[in-house]
């Protein structure tokens, strides 16, 4: 995993994003994302917690987080039904995230 974010720390922001969204997002990185609040908008210019940070650089609308776990929650539905497994959060933010926001 570490090759998906050489020379992109600001994907590794954006997937913890979806993570949190789809509401997978563990105490400890949440806590570690809190802690690097004043770094993350140093480097950014921009104020707010992490995931403002998110949202004002992505330009994301209103609700994104929220429309992002309508995603999980339908297709989670649809996976479980067609594989008998819960889906993998990970996975499902990859590819949510390189589908939608080609980096």
Not at 39 to 59: F, N, P, T
Request: hydrophobic residues 40%; charged residues 25%.
């Amino acid at each position: 995993m570490s090759d998906r974010y050489s020379g992109k720390p600001f994907l590794k922001l954006l997937d913890a994003y979806v993570v949190d969204a789809i509401g997978h997002m563990d105490g400890a990185t949440e806590l570690e994302l809190a802690a690097m609040e004043p770094q993350m908008r140093g480097a950014l210019g921009l104020s707010g917690d992490w995931r403002s940070l998110v949202e004002q650089r992505m330009k994301f609308p209103a609700g994104m987080s929220g429309a992002i776990r309508e995603v999980w929650d339908k297709g989670r539905l649809k996976f479980i039904a067609g594989n008998g497994r819960e889906p993998d959060p990970l996975e499902f933010t990859i590819h949510f995230v390189d589908t939608n926001f080609p980096h």
